[in-house]
């Protein structure tokens, strides 16, 4: 690619010699967010090789959070490696790498999740709070209320936890990950899925309901 | 430990009392607001409709405490740090990336 085709990258450093730092731990290199890019930008392996190491790791675990199996989420990672690689030149700076990056493999792991027809649209009506004709709320006590960390002390409760997420239908656990776990807005959500931001809403508000009925037993300490 | 829920004949009073009382919701319309509520976008007339049903209604607010718990163990559940540590990452996909980068 010619040089004359790059963006302009407001913080490059101006000696090419601050591109190639050994970092203090180790042989691994070490650069900053301008320098990798502008190595990325001239083909170095070298570059490539750091921002995979230093990113993969995030990247697959958006990966399978979102697509559970690790080799749909391995396919994942490196379509969107790829498709880093070829944007590049495209970067401007304006977030981190690291959340480019995020945006990149979250916005692969939606489009993957749409070629295997998983975005499906069960209705959880089941899980839903329930009301009376007088339209009082029908909930059962809760004298004791699990704390966080007591439930995720424990390896099974969290698993129950993370297996209790992924039993939400997909058009719901999606909006719910992408939201409270990988903290996109509700504009950025919508504008992934396709969907209005009063949308997001309602299905961010129904997720979170569903899951709670899911995790009562875990939530009232019920779970040993 | 008791789970009891309030009989029918007195929830059909309360139902009556929230329907009829000015500045109040039912339970189904404050659930309308929850996510509103929690994300701070309720004006400030609707925030203290909504946050005085909390204090008369029970139900709503033992829900509203679980539904709170349940966000932040979501989010805790999946905050593994383990996840975020490239050693875990098998040399073979690395590999794979980088491989199919010179392609």
Known sequence: MGVGCRLRMPNLPRRSETLFEK???????????????????TGSARHADHLVRTHIGPMRAVARRILGGDAFADDCVQ??????????????GRSSLKTWLHRITVNEALMKLRAL?????????????????????????WPTLATTEDILERESTRA???????????S???????????????AEVAKLLDITQG????????????????????LRGEVE | MSRAMPSRPLRRIKGMILKRMPLMVTCEEFESFILAYLEDELPRRQRVVFE?????????????AAYRRTVELGRAAFADPSAAVPDTVPEDLIAA??????A
């Open chain 2, 97 to 102: 990336v980088l491989d199919a980068r010179d």
């Open chain 1, 23 to 41: 970092d203090q731990t180790g042989d691994r290199d070490s650069f900053d967010d301008a320098a990798l890019v502008e190595g990325l930008r």
């Open chain 1, 117 to 141: 027809k998983r975005l499906d649209e069960r209705p959880i009506d089941l899980l839903m709070p329930e009301f009376d004709e007088n339209a009082c709320r029908i909930e059962a006590a």
């Open chain 1, 199 to 218: 949308n997001v809403k309602v299905r961010l508000h129904r997720a979170r309901s569903a899951l709670k009925k899911l995790l009562e037993p875990v």
């Open chain 1, 79 to 92: 379509e969107a490696f790829l498709k880093a690689f070829r944007k590049i030149d495209g970067f401007e």
């Open chain 1, 160 to 170: 129950l936890v993370t297996s209790k997420i992924r039993e939400l239908p997909d």
């Open chain 1, 172 to 186: 719901y656990r999606i909006v719910l990950l992408l939201r409270d776990i990988e903290e996109l807005d509700t």
């Open chain 2, 52 to 64: 005085f049903h909390l204090k008369i209604c029970r139900e709503c607010r033992d829900y509203l």
